[in-house]
């Protein structure tokens, strides 16, 4: 049996929301092995971090500035990853924001914006990208592949979480009916879910930074403390372990995968 | 070098035939050497020869078995990373209103206890690894653990009750701090010799085989390289945070209905 060392070879993949956390570790890793990749982002193309970003990641990897929220943005992407590539095989939705407060305290806007981005961001990005990587599947043993970052909060509940535990949910049951739908078409289109842990992250940071201006604790290496008192593992993930793990559902080896939710978590779901 | 388990020792119960075998291989592929136990000894020694690995016969409900067949793994190779609880059977198993009570025992013997003896036996070779306790422990379950199937209780019951068990083992191992994952892979119907005789079998082999087919979305079974590939993943470091989780791996047959 021979196994390659770069496994995504001559493949395109896109990321959203790139240029940090989650989404940058799995930009890095799809280049390692060997894909072309198109990143977006809300920053501007010549903000400092997409132009220093950009030189670090080398010739494979180009930029796009998009909201994911915005569907002329979503064509504006696909129209240029069409132009530069011709064809795209892995799809990361992993643009994400969150929102924490009791619930009688959210406003309508705060409400609209996180299921804009979250949960439309999502809907869109496998919308337009569909036609794209049907196509494009059809080279590829298990076709292509979409990766929709939802979390453990799309299969639990937390105290002043719930209009980011609806986003992700939603997220959720989203994959698992693209996913009967492609099968039973026969487009040869994968669709799952990955449902990461306490990560660390710009997001993860901010949003304890948010409960620690709401009294929660005194600093944030009080909250993470709690969290990793919390996980079974006993440490935050590394966005590396999420990519790799991206990774795994954008190459052949999860040919069979479709439907399936991916928890990286440390055990925090299991207990 | 492709190896993306070079230097990792692993076991794999039932490794003769099926999904064993086919996990065997690509382990092996991976750069990791490879033990497996079972009871089919002609085959066991085809797939040493192909692959390197080395075979012991070994029942995996043979409790007082267990702590010979460890040493034998660690003589040769002189430590434990991966295991694969693999062995299973549906051997006497029937509808709840038949199943007989040896038929109830002998599924439970090698589904259920035969896990949880795999699973303590590899977290205490674990444990004393050199340079420090770790390794990855995977449990095959399966897609009937959240689809019981009518005409087989024990079988249905007894992949529900192992994923309970590898959740269990991962939140003792964390709260422990031993380094070791312990997660349940959950697979569809896959194109087992097994499968394959069962359709051989019937009086139209082909419309049996559209029905199997028939019962992902995907359409099709899955192939045994499909579900090695899976195991390969979970027992590399690329899934150092992934533990006590449920994998399904089944063409979306568990995802939901298929509609019309
Ligand atoms: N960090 C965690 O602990 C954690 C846990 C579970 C799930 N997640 C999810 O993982 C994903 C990535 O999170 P992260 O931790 O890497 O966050 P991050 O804030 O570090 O990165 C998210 C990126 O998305 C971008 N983004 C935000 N809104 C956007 C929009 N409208 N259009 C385009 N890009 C946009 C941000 O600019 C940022 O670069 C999110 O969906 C998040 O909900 C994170």
Known sequence: MELSAQRLKGRVAFVSGGLRGIGLACVERFLAEGAEVVLSDLDAPDSALATETMARLGQAASYVSANVAKEEDWERAVALVKERHGKCHVLVNNAGVD??????????????????????????????????????????????????????????????????????????????????????????????????????????????????????????????????????????????????AAFFLASEDSSYMTGAELVIDGGWTAQ | MAGRLEGKVALVTGGTTGIGAASVRRLAAEGAKVFFTGSKEEAARALCEETGARFAAHRVQDAAGWPGLIDQVLGAFGRLDIAFANAGTES???????????????????????????????????????????????????MNATRPLGNYVTYSVTKAAVCALAKSAAVHCGQKGYNIRVNAILPGVVETELIMGILAAQADPDAARAMYNAMSPMGRMAKLEEIAGLVAYLASDEAAFVSGAELAIDGATTAGMMGV
């Open chain 1, 99 to 244: 929102l924490t407060g009791a619930v009688e305290s959210l406003s309508m806007e705060g409400w609209r914006r996180i299921m804009s981005i979250n949960v439309d961001g999502v809907f869109l990005g496998v919308k337009h990208f569909t036609p794209l990587m049907a196509e494009s599947g059809k080279d590829v043993r298990g076709g292509s592949s979409i990766i929709n970052v939802s979390s453990i909060m799309g299969l639990v509940g937390m105290n002043e979480v719930s209009a980011y535990n609806a986003t992700k949910g939603a997220v959720r049951l989203f994959t698992k009916g693209i996913a009967i739908e492609f099968a039973q078409k026969q487009t040869p289109i994968r669709a799952n879910s990955l449902h990461p842990g306490f990560v660390e992250t710009p997001l993860l940071k901010a949003g304890f930074q948010r409960w620690v201006d709401q009294g929660f604790a005194e600093k944030p290496d009080d909250l993470v403390a709690g969290v990793v008192a919390s996980t079974p593992i006993g440490r935050l993930a590394q966005p590396s372990e999420l990519a790799s």
């Open chain 2, 92 to 142: 006497g198993d029937a509808s709840i209103e038949d199943v007989g009570i040896d038929g109830w025992n002998n599924v439970v013997a090698v589904n259920q206890t035969g896990v949880m003896l795999t699973v303590q036996h590899a977290i205490r070779a674990m444990k004393a690894n050199p340079f420090g306790s770790g390794g990855s422990i995977i449990v095959n379950s399966s």
